[in-house]
């Protein structure tokens, strides 16, 4: 039995200095587009030398949308799992058989932030871009 932690954290005070832009005193404002926090925290283990499992969480912190810090994003976090099994038999032929879960929880997030979104006709500015919802990977391979 093994087991491995891994994890990272960032904490960001990223603010504008002196910038104005057409009449707009942006000044002190945060930098849109970047969240204020972000972690990871993953687990790993293998099991009697043929099974593994692995887990991962990934968060995101609230972020603003555009330069004003009027429109803000309030962040989000997903969940992933992964299985393996591995067996090598006697004349070298291995399989190898893993499944792993994307987004285990199917949490609506954006993927992507267009900051300072533009709007087209009478439409509300398109700020956000989905990011993947639930879904499967299950991978068998036979090698030698």
Do not use: C
């Amino acid at each position: 039995l093994t087991l491995q932690f891994s994890g990272s954290y960032s904490l960001s005070h990223h603010y504008f200095v002196d910038f104005r832009d057409d009449g707009a005193d942006f000044s002190g404002k945060q930098m849109p587009g970047i969240p204020q926090q972000q972690g990871y925290l993953g687990l790993e283990t293998r099991l009697l030398g043929h099974f593994s499992l692995a887990a991962r969480i990934t968060a995101t912190g609230s972020q603003y949308l555009n330069d004003a810090n009027t429109a803000q994003y309030a962040g989000f976090h997903t969940i992933d799992l992964n299985a393996g099994y591995t067996h090598q038999w006697a004349g070298g032929v291995l399989l190898t058989l893993k499944a792993r879960v994307e987004n285990l929880l199917n949490t609506s997030y954006a993927s992507m932030i267009l900051i300072n979104a533009p709007s087209f006709g009478n439409n509300a500015p398109r700020y956000y871009y989905p990011g993947m919802p639930q879904n499967l990977l299950v991978t068998l391979t036979l090698s030698k």
